[in-house]
Nanobody, 124 residues
Framework: QVQLVESGGGLVQAGASLRLSCSAS????????AAWFRQAPGKEREFVTA????????YYAESVKGRFTISRDNAKNTMYLQMNSLKPEDTAIYYC?????????????????WGQGTQVTVSS
């Protein structure tokens, strides 16, 4: 099993920045891909960004390219999401997720391990 715990959410104004963290524990060797998803009220959970745990290959949804940056620190077993130029439409609960495989990084149902989520609210 892998346990994931997010932190760093909060309330910010449009244009501001936030950094989310996702701390992993347990069977870390089971992680092939780690990702961030988000879910806004009344909407389905959507893919934001992903990173291969070993090779650090990154993937981004079009809506966040150029504004968000995913990274991980293997020594700390922690993944980060740096969010810049935040917009009100970025308001959502942000979840970190992980799975053993490296394929199809954007499909929600492929992810086995999930954190509890952290709220990000961007005011206009």
């Amino acid at each position: 099993q892998v346990q994931l715990v997010e932190s760093g959410g909060g309330l910010v104004q449009a244009g501001a920045s936030l950094r989310l963290s996702c701390s992993a524990s347990g069977r870390i060797f089971n992680i092939g891909t780690a990702a961030w998803f988000r879910q806004a009220p009344g909407k389905e959970r959507e893919f934001v960004t992903a990173i291969s745990w070993i090779g650090a290959i990154t993937y981004y949804a079009e809506s966040v390219k150029g504004r968000f940056t995913i990274s991980r620190d293997n020594a700390k077993n922690t993944m980060y999401l740096q969010m810049n130029s935040l917009k009100p439409e970025d308001t959502a609960i942000y979840y970190c997720a992980a799975k053993p495989s490296l394929a199809t990084v954007s499909r929600t149902n492929d992810y086995v391990y999930w954190g509890q989520g952290t709220q990000v609210t961007v005011s206009s």
